[in-house]
C-alpha cells in the first residue's frame, strides 16, 4: 500500500523560510516523479513545482520561481521544498504527489493534478505579515 506522508508546515512570519518533507513508502521512489502542491481556501489546488526521478530536473510554478527550491533524496525516500523569502499569499495546505514515470524528466504537465496518483494529507503553512 502507498503511503505518502508531509510534514515541516507551521506558521512563519513573511521573508522567513520553512523546508517541507516529504516520505513515500509502498513504492520504489526513484521510479517515481514526485511533486508538491498548495491549495489555499476558496481555490483550486495548484502545483507548485515538480521533479524528476533522479533529481536532475525540475519545474516551477512562475510565483515561485527563485524563493523556492525542490530537491530528493532517493535513498531516503524523501522530497523536500526549501521556502524561502515567504508571503503571505504562500499561506495554503501543501500537498506532496507522486506518478510513476517511465523517463528520467521532470515536464510541465507535472505542474497539474490530473498527473499524478498519490497524494499525502498535506501540512499546513502559514505566512503572518
Known amino acids: 500500500q502507498v503511503q505518502v506522508v508531509e510534514s515541516g508546515g507551521g506558521l512563519v512570519q513573511a521573508g522567513g523560510s520553512l523546508r517541507l518533507s516529504c516520505t513515500a513508502s509502498?513504492?520504489?521512489?526513484?521510479?517515481?516523479?514526485m511533486g508538491w502542491f498548495r491549495q489555499a481556501p476558496g481555490k483550486e489546488r495548484e502545483g507548485v513545482s515538480c521533479?524528476?526521478?533522479?533529481?536532475?530536473?525540475?519545474v516551477y510554478a512562475d510565483s515561485v520561481k527563485g524563493r523556492f527550491t525542490i530537491s530528493r533524496d532517493n535513498a531516503k525516500k524523501s522530497l523536500y521544498l526549501q521556502m524561502n523569502s515567504l508571503k503571505p499569499e504562500d499561506t495554503a495546505m501543501y500537498y506532496c504527489?507522486?506518478?510513476?514515470?517511465?523517463?528520467?524528466?521532470?515536464?510541465?504537465?507535472?505542474?497539474?493534478?490530473?498527473?499524478?496518483?498519490?497524494w499525502g494529507q498535506g501540512t499546513q503553512v502559514t505566512v503572518y505579515s
Open positions: 504527489a507522486a506518478v510513476f514515470s517511465p523517463i528520467d524528466l521532470a515536464v510541465a504537465p507535472g505542474l497539474e493534478t490530473w498527473f499524478y496518483n498519490y
Open positions: 509502498g513504492l520504489t521512489f526513484d521510479d517515481y516523479t
Open positions: 521533479i524528476s526521478r533522479s533529481g536532475s530536473s525540475t
